[in-house]
């Protein structure tokens, strides 16, 4: 596949054949393929990132919605002269006339034609369209001090022996929205009150504020809600530099990993909007390859190679605290004197128990093909050198390993971009003990750059990216058993082992990440133990953000 945004073609290599040379019959036969993917569409500064209505394989009419304002919150109104439109299609085709800089103030027409001279005719048409969110997304009585838990269209009130009977409200709601009546006017909440919340287009929702008690499913989440998506203009990316993340307090931080430059720049963004909030201290801190968080929102990062101080871990409490050497390793054994640090992960409590894992890169790239375990007792790091495992199959550059608890012989996931393939290995023997199935996604892309794991509500699971160079889903599976990873696309039991399927909510890459890297974070469970937030992270594409939801919505 190849990335279309103008009509510049490279060529790689010529071939040159003799006169009587004959040609293999496989090369006789000119590619019908025609197949248009990963279509996005940005402003002319490069924010945005609006994708199709409809998710692929695309037809013939295609229309993408462009928000009213931009950025959400703003008054700022968009228009549709000057958009910059990009997508993928097959090597041996070509698009006419070419993606790019684009006037959509009306409709435009593309012929894509394969190597064979067959054509697929498209029409993009983009919309300005108003919010439809009309959703109350906090509610608290500002009196009794008592806040509601907002489930589907009821607000729940916890019952209480405080009298609520003569309550002001104050109520936050989706951006652009109006509710009525007002709720900083007085009403009596011991019975039901009604608000009716409009959306920017006239959407209407009505809610009902009543008493009750919000009960949790049995295990696991019920609902995910995307709070939010950023494009890679939208949060200043530049290419193939944001391949981790890591979530502490209200924000999640993103290390620019540019393993040429001297010196490092992390910066972190508000948790709930996304916005840019400030920069880490990185005093001290030499050449930040990647990074992760433990269950407080410690952070941990890892150098690269080329900072030349040996593995280096460095620890910053939050994102206004100063970094301190976590662990250095006595010499370059533990990663062969090869390429390390491309992922982090970290389990447990670093003031407490935790285990950090990291890897090297593979064989098949001449990487030490290693896992580097350290184990943290008590708030100290066991050793300055960690436990270094040999994964017994060779891979690529990228791999994730990560553990599930915070002791050393817990057992722990690997996860491999390229070959594709993710293993359960016993903490214990360091051996494969499940594997997920070759076709564990349908309609794979092909690339798994990382998975992350976390447990919410008495149950397990595995947020696992499916990845190409044009664009990226997150899918979330259910790993209580692990015995049961192995469930394929064709299991009877597979919609209880993938749920949550992220493949029409794909994150496209304008410019192509051919190193096919990304990561996801969670943040912490809310305080009333009903909502995790995971951040979703594309490089050259941006992060999404979801809010998993546990409430029992048939039972108060």
């Known amino acids: 596949?190849?990335?279309?945004?103008?009509?510049?073609?490279?060529?790689?290599?010529?071939?040159?054949?003799?006169?009587c040379a004959k040609i293999d019959s496989e090369f006789t036969v000119k590619?019908?393929?025609?197949?248009?993917?990963?279509?996005?569409?940005?402003?002319?500064?490069?924010?945005?990132?609006?994708?199709?209505t409809t998710p692929e394989p695309y037809g013939s009419d295609i229309t993408v919605e462009?928000?009213?304002?931009?950025?959400?919150?703003?008054?700022?109104?968009?228009?549709?002269?000057?958009?910059?439109?990009?997508?993928?299609?097959?090597n041996s085709s070509y698009m006419s006339p070419a993606f790019g800089l684009t006037n959509l103030s009306s409709p435009k027409s593309y012929t894509l034609t394969a190597q064979d001279g067959s054509k697929n005719e498209f029409k993009i048409t983009a919309v300005r369209k108003r919010s439809s969110k009309a959703e109350i997304t906090?509610?608290?009585?500002?009196?009794?001090?008592?806040?509601?838990?907002?489930?589907?269209?009821?607000?729940?009130?916890?019952?209480?022996?405080?009298?609520?009977?003569?309550?002001?409200?104050?109520?936050?709601?989706?951006?652009?929205?109006?509710?009525?009546?007002?709720?900083?006017?007085?009403?009596?909440?011991?019975?039901?009150?009604?608000?009716?919340?409009?959306?920017?287009?006239?959407?209407?929702?009505?809610?009902?504020?009543?008493?009750?008690?919000p009960v949790k499913l049995e295990k696991g989440f019920g609902s995910v809600k995307k709070l939010w998506s950023k494009s890679s203009g939208d949060l200043g990316f530049e290419d193939y530099r944001q391949i981790s993340i890591a979530v502490s307090g209200d924000y999640f931080v993103l290390p620019n990993s540019n393993e040429w430059v001297d010196g490092s720049s992390i910066k972190y963004y508000s948790r709930k909007t996304g916005a840019a909030a400030g920069n880490l201290n990185v005093n001290g801190v030499e050449r930040i390859y990647s990074i992760a968080n433990d269950k407080n929102g410690k952070i941990v990062g890892i150098n690269s190679i080329y900072a030349g101080n040996n593995v280096c871990l460095y620890e910053w409490d939050n994102v206004n605290s100063t970094p301190k050497l976590l662990a250095r390793t006595s010499d370059w054994?533990?990663?062969?004197?090869a390429f390390y640090g491309r992922k982090l992960s970290i389990y447990g409590d670093l003031s407490g128990d935790a285990v950090i894992m990291a890897t090297t890169?593979?064989?098949?790239?001449?990487?030490?093909?290693?896992?580097?375990?350290?184990?943290?007792?008590n708030g100290t790091i066991v050793s300055q050198d960690p436990e270094v495992i040999k994964y017994p199959k060779g891979y690529d550059y990228v791999a994730k390993a990560v553990p599930t608890g915070p002791n050393a012989t817990d057992d722990f996931y690997f996860c491999s971009n390229s070959p594709s393939f993710i293993s359960y290995l016993?903490?214990?023997?360091?051996?494969?003990?499940?594997?997920?199935?070759?076709?564990?996604?349908?309609?794979?892309r092909g690339n798994t750059p990382a998975l992350t794991y976390f447990e919410f509500n008495k149950a397990k699971f595995a947020a696992v990216i499916d990845a190409s160079p044009y664009s990226s889903a997150m899918h979330i599976f259910d790993v209580t058993d692990p015995s049961k990873i192995s469930t394929s696309t064709s299991s009877g039991n597979y919609a209880s082992f993938h749920v949550f399927d992220g493949s029409s909510d794909y994150v496209a890459c304008p410019s192509a990440n051919w190193n096919v890297t990304g990561d996801i974070a969670v943040g912490p469970v809310s305080a009333d133990g009903f909502k995790m937030t995971v951040y979703f992270l594309v490089t050259n594409g941006g992060v999404v953000a979801y809010e998993l939801n546990c409430i029992d919505v048939n039972a108060f």
């Open 31 to 52: 590619s019908s393929s025609k197949t248009l993917t990963a279509l996005q569409i940005n402003f002319a500064d490069g924010t945005g990132g609006f994708t199709p």
């Open 66 to 90: 462009i928000p009213w304002y931009y950025p959400e919150g703003s008054l700022n109104e968009t228009s549709l002269d000057s958009l910059f439109i990009s997508g993928s299609i097959p």
């Open 426 to 444: 016993s903490g214990t023997s360091k051996t494969v003990q499940y594997s997920f199935s070759s076709d564990f996604i349908a309609n794979a």
């Open 138 to 213: 906090s509610f608290k009585l500002k009196e009794a001090d008592i806040s509601g838990v907002v489930v589907n269209n009821k607000v729940i009130i916890p019952y209480t022996d405080v009298d609520i009977s003569h309550q002001t409200a104050v109520v936050e709601l989706s951006y652009y929205a109006k509710i009525s009546p007002d709720p900083s006017t007085v009403h009596d909440y011991s019975q039901p009150v009604q608000y009716t919340v409009t959306a920017d287009d006239g959407t209407n929702v009505v809610y009902t504020v009543q008493l009750g008690t």
């Open 361 to 377: 890169d593979g064989s098949n790239k001449d990487g030490a093909n290693n896992i580097l375990k350290w184990t943290v007792k």
């Open 333 to 337: 054994s533990s990663v062969g004197g």
């Open 1 to 19: 596949m190849k990335k279309i945004i103008n009509s510049a073609i490279t060529f790689a290599g010529i071939f040159l054949l003799g006169a």
